[in-house]
């Protein structure tokens, strides 16, 4: 074990240093090849490379295959690297229908048979997120690790409300007209996507965006990105299917970036899988690839490799019930009665942390503001929420799967009713708490 490990630090050196500090379009080394492969009634342009176990990269929305390059050629030294474009994008064949994401399991499934391929690491980034998620539902005994980087999965957690989030427009936008819109100006558009998910936007370099919006400007090409979206109803009732069948069981890495979904992504997971390991990448949005591949790279590959130190099981109630319990703490009210448990890292110290509030009933949390950006969900009770510094009618009433964000530095207030309630925050430490006024309104 102490040799595989030796092994693995060695291995993400030699990574760290090949890495610049942002990624651009880069072409796949020599040893890789393309295939076009026939699967479940379209045809998918693949590449092809390294050897040893099977590992799957499936792109997303405004990407395409090419956004692996930097994964890929780091993990071809003792991994067949398979990088498919989805179904009707990048280079893949046209087509107008087939864009449900069980479906498009369908299609990764025809190609690892193609390859005889019997099983794989499946790692999904944005739509092609979903469709590792509905893969391993759908083909669990294929799926060695699953990997599932900031997006949200249809029909699976905080699923609703995470859709009523003004920046998420787009899950609504596409047909006829949407696209004699946008045609002609897929570069504009998609520079909204860049520009509105990254930390940093100048990180996806202009090289980046005009390969991208080149390739989306072919035939057909935005309207597959359109179908992506639409078929998201559909997507909601076969992934809740599948969830009410049984939890995924392998391994599962939960990647978001700070800026972006940060510790949602294993919030989200939890709800369908028993064993989620949760990263959070720094200074990053959306773009996790192209905003910080070296650190995103270093995560995957550790994961993937047999050193890597996974949970072997989900903790037991009792386990839950042990872990660390404070009246308060940094990032935490301090009213009086609120008990906080947490979950995962320190929210005093530097990194993703995890907490769980226990609020009782009829207790207001006086306008405050936290230092780091904070996402939010109810898992019991009612809770009202609101920005500013007093409670006012545009406060919200939040019950279970209520979901909500506290952007660093601005004013918000909190209350319960008749019930107590549990809220579930994850956030970026260090954090802290400062009131707006000393009472307790």
Known sequence: MRWKALRLLAFLVTVLMAFPATADIRPYPDNFSIREIQTNGTKLHVRVGGTGSAVVLLHGFADTGDMWEPLAEALASDHTVIVPDLRGMGLSAVTDRGFEKRNQAKDIAGVLDTLDVKRADI???????????????????RTSRLVMMDAPVPGVGPWDDILKSPL????????????RLVAGRERIYLDRFWNDFAAHPAKFDEKSRTHYADLYAKPGRMHAGFAQFAAFDQDVIDNKKAVSGGRLQMPVLAIGGDHSLGSTMAYIMRFAADNVREVVIKDSGHWLM?????????????????????????LSAA???????????????GVAGIQTIVLSGDPAKAGPYA?????????????????????AMVVSGGWHFGYGETANAATTALGPGGFYTEPAGMVHFAFTGDQPTVV???GQGPSDTTYISTAHQ
């Open 123 to 141: 790692v999904g980034h944005d739509i092609g997120n979903m469709v590792a998620f509905a893969f391993a539902e759908r083909y669990p005994e």
């Open 168 to 179: 998420l427009w787009h899950f609504r936008f596409g047909g006829p007209d949407m696209e």
């Open 290 to 314: 192209e905003e910080q591949p070296k650190a995103t790279v270093a995560a995957i590959a550790n994961f993937l490799s047999g050193a890597s130190a996974v949970n072997p099981r989900a």
């Open 319 to 333: 386990e839950m019930g042990a872990l660390t319990k404070n009246k308060a703490g940094a990032g935490t009210s």
């Open 355 to 375: 907490i769980q509030l226990k609020v009782p009933a009829h207790t207001n949390i006086a306008a405050h503001t936290h230092r780091d950006n904070r996402f």
């Open 424 to 426: 579930y925050i994850t």
